[in-house]
């Protein structure tokens, strides 16, 4: 696609539901990155993907936060047991490797009610 | 620890001014990029322009330009004849690329409002 996607733009759910959210990177692109953006916050990392595989998970909070990639192009993350405090904007990016410039998607805002 | 601090929480200018966004960052590594991102109300974080931290020469692109100061650790945006259209929060960010990590670390942000 022309720019990375990502899906719901928004997302509401109660606490203690599971949420997936989507991102569709560039086409070609192999590398794909997570990003969480509190509000007033710049973007925290979560996790980094070269090709299919997680390279850097370092920056998920706990373990009720999981994503795959299975083909080396869609990405989703998943997260269980929603808390309130998972509510913020989900950023996906994507890159070539060799160029070091990430593009971003417009995000996911998920409330956690 | 790798960090990222924006002092400015926010900042406005008129139309045509030339502003400039302060930012310094804290690491050991040496080789490393530099990144000023864009993020309008649309919240798609935009890239306006990047240095490389083995390169002395500033970055420029178009009304973009920066001032990289690598033994202060500082790296500055410039906005020369601002628009309406450079409304929005501006993050300052770098990436150390070894041990097979590219992740971006970024500031808290600055808000910058352009008035006609």
């Known amino acids: 696609g022309a720019g990375v996607s990502q899906t719901p733009s928004n997302k509401v759910t109660e606490k203690g539901k599971y949420v997936e959210l989507r991102c569709d990177p560039i086409?070609?692109?192999?590398?794909l990155y997570w990003y969480r953006q509190s509000l007033g916050q710049g973007p925290e990392f979560l996790i980094y993907?070269?090709?299919?595989?997680?390279?850097?998970d370092s920056g998920l909070p706990n373990d009720r936060f999981f994503a795959v990639r299975p083909e080396g192009s869609v990405s989703t993350l998943k997260i269980q047991r929603t808390e309130r405090g998972d509510s913020a904007v989900y950023l996906c990016?994507?890159?070539?490797?060799?160029?070091?410039?990430?593009?971003f998607g417009a995000g996911t805002r998920l409330s956690v009610l | 620890a790798q960090t990222v601090t924006q002092s400015q929480p926010e900042m406005s200018v008129q139309e045509a001014e030339t502003v400039t966004l302060s930012c310094t960052y804290d690491?050991?590594?040496?080789?490393?990029?530099l990144f000023w991102y864009k993020q309008p109300p649309s919240r798609q974080m935009i890239l306006v322009i990047r240095?490389?931290?083995?390169?002395?020469q500033n970055a420029t692109e178009n009304r973009f330009s920066v001032n990289f100061q690598k033994a202060a650790k500082s790296f500055s945006l410039k906005i020369s004849d601002s628009q309406l259209g450079d409304t929005a929060m501006y993050f300052c960010?770098?990436?150390?690329?070894?041990?097979?990590?590219?992740?971006?670390?970024f500031g808290k942000g600055m808000k910058l409002t352009v008035n006609p």
């Open positions: 086409s070609g692109h192999t590398a």
């Open positions: 990016a994507s890159s070539l490797y060799v160029q070091n410039i990430q593009y």
């Open positions: 993907f070269q090709g299919t595989g997680a390279a850097d």
């Open positions: 690491t050991s590594e040496s080789n490393y990029y």
């Open positions: 240095q490389e931290a083995y390169k002395q």
């Open positions: 960010a770098f990436m150390i690329t070894q041990g097979g990590s590219e992740k971006l670390v």
